[in-house]
């Protein structure tokens, strides 16, 4: 029985790695949008984490995962004379990656830290079952990787500590290779190994060229690791130069987070928030049964002793000290608690949970910024079509305003050509409506000319409705014409219960939900 619900959970995944949803701009401008204008020639955009004076972000733990694949695909094009890769290949194949990523490695990781061999395939389906598996470790996030790499340091110190015959070089090396990737791809990743690492203590005190092996191996990582973001952020640095002056991102983005004032940019959280917010949202009825078995008995819980809930909770309580908290960062948590929690057979449980993950598997994985990635691949198509519609025999220089929608990458128009307009993404995020009609008016021509302006919106922005041409006569100057719609696409940032009600809302932002590319012309009558 359990081997046909895991079979079924994997389709289930695959199904939600393969679907468009975008969760955080993060996944997409931390990592494909860094190596797809430099490998293939696509537009790219680095987010200031790459550009400023002192980055913050890494790219040692993202070239095997981007870099590589994008690379094999630019030399088989290139070889079959097909030209550039289509971005709707790169885009699939990474999720793909993503997908084969966590199906091998996280699976394999807890199969192997869940010691009873009669609890093991319960808590590989549990953790299989859950939408944070479908969705987040499926999608090319940072917190994603550090997941895997959070699992495997765990797996590899109960390795090193089972073997007491002899010392594993290869383990330490592995090991260190592991701790060092993890540091350069997110400062957060100690956090999870601070307490489970002083298992190691004793082990080390027994054979101290266990130790001195770790860290010489570690020091060897780091290096490699210094030198790969020097070479990339300073290419015109010499060797001297380099070695006075490295780029050290973990330390840089280590000072940039012990600024509050930093913090504040992207959103400051209460401190509880981590505990009484993204958990719960995260664990859904398992955080109900976590919380209710820690109360429920005078003692601690046989399963909170346990050294993968402490790696979870502990870094849980540090990563509380900073007030930035989002739910993704405590992904890694999500298969470590899943893991120690023993649920007892119970039909109202079961219940909650398939209803909890079904819902947040669609709204997280298909609906939420749904839109985004389908309508920057077309993006082409649709200026093209738009402009032969016209009797335009070329393509002028295009002008693509983006409002109330996440950053779109860029790297998903894909490379352009001589026959291909070139395409200028503009993010105007969330300012007022009255801001955008100025900066269209500014950026249409007058009457008699052709508009190379276009417009996404969510379908559900009533704001928009007055400048929908409908074919009846409109007073405004500019006019909107819908060229193309997504329906599979949520914009939950444009609730607001305070000013229009919760059922109003509701209809508004469900009812009417989809993303719309428009072309923007002159109402010339």
Not at 22 to 33: A, R
Not at 326 to 340: D, K, N, Q, T, W
Request: glycine share 6%.
């Amino acid at each position: 029985m359990w081997r046909r619900t895991y079979l079924l959970l994997l389709v289930i995944r695959v199904y939600f790695a393969l679907s468009p949803s975008y969760l955080h701009p993060d996944e997409n401008f931390q990592g494909p949008e860094v190596y797809a204008g430099r490998v293939l020639g696509y537009p790219s955009k680095l987010p200031w984490e790459f550009t400023a004076e002192h980055p913050i972000r890494s790219v040692f733990p993202i070239w095997l995962i981007y870099e590589v694949p994008m690379s094999l695909m630019k030399w088989f094009y290139t070889e079959t004379g097909g030209g550039s890769p289509p971005p709707q290949l790169v885009y699939y194949t990474l999720r793909g990656g993503m997908f084969l990523l966590s199906f091998v490695l996280e699976d394999w990781a807890v199969y192997e830290l869940v010691p009873s061999p009669r609890d093991r395939r319960a808590t590989v389906v549990l953790v299989a079952s859950s939408y944070v598996t479908w969705t987040y470790q499926t999608h090319t996030f940072s917190n994603s990787l550090e997941t895997l790499l959070v699992a495997w340091s765990l797996v590899l110190i109960r390795r090193i500590l089972e073997n007491k015959q002899r010392s594993s070089y290869f383990s330490y090396a592995v090991f260190s290779f592991i701790i060092v990737v993890g540091i350069f791809n997110r400062i957060t990743f100690p956090a999870f190994l601070l307490i489970p690492g002083l298992q190691l203590l004793p082990y080390f005190r027994r054979k101290p060229s266990s130790l001195l092996a770790i860290v010489g191996f570690g020091i060897f990582f780091t290096l490699i690791a210094i030198t790969d973001d020097t070479i990339f952020y300073r290419p015109s640095f010499s060797f001297l130069a380099g070695v006075r002056h490295p780029v050290i991102t973990p330390l840089n983005n280590l000072l940039y987070n012990s600024d509050t004032s930093n913090l504040a940019n992207h959103g400051l959280h209460p401190r509880h928030q981590h505990f009484t917010v993204n958990l719960i949202q995260l664990l859904g009825p398992a955080y109900i049964v976590m919380i209710l078995s820690i109360f429920r008995k005078p003692s601690i819980p046989k399963w909170l002793r346990n050294v993968r809930a402490t790696s979870a909770l502990s870094a849980t309580l540090l990563l509380s000290i900073f007030p930035h908290q989002e739910p993704r960062f405590l992904i890694p948590c999500v298969p470590l608690i899943l893991s120690c929690i023993r649920i007892r057979r119970s039909r109202i449980f079961l219940a909650a949970w398939i209803i909890f993950n079904v819902a947040m598997g669609f709204l997280m994985g298909v609906y939420h910024q749904g839109g985004i990635v389908p309508a920057q691949l077309a993006m082409r198509d649709i200026i093209s079509t738009n402009t032969a519609a016209q009797g335009v025999k070329s393509n002028p220089d295009t002008s693509v305003f983006w409002w109330k929608t996440y950053s779109p990458p860029h790297w998903l128009l894909g490379a352009g050509n001589s026959s291909t307009p070139a395409i200028a993404t503009l993010d105007l995020m969330g300012i007022s409506g009255l801001e955008l009609i100025r900066r269209l008016d500014q950026a249409v021509p007058p009457c008699g000319t052709i508009s190379p302006v276009y417009l996404v919106a969510p379908t559900s922005a009533n704001f928009l409705d007055e400048y929908t041409a409908t074919g009846t006569p409109r007073t405004p100057d500019l006019q909107l014409y819908r060229l193309w719609s997504y329906r599979k696409h949520l914009n939950l940032d444009d609730l607001d219960f305070g000013d229009d009600g919760v059922v109003p809302t509701l209809k508004r932002v469900v009812g009417r939900r989809g993303l719309g590319v428009y072309s923007v012309r002159r109402s010339c009558k």
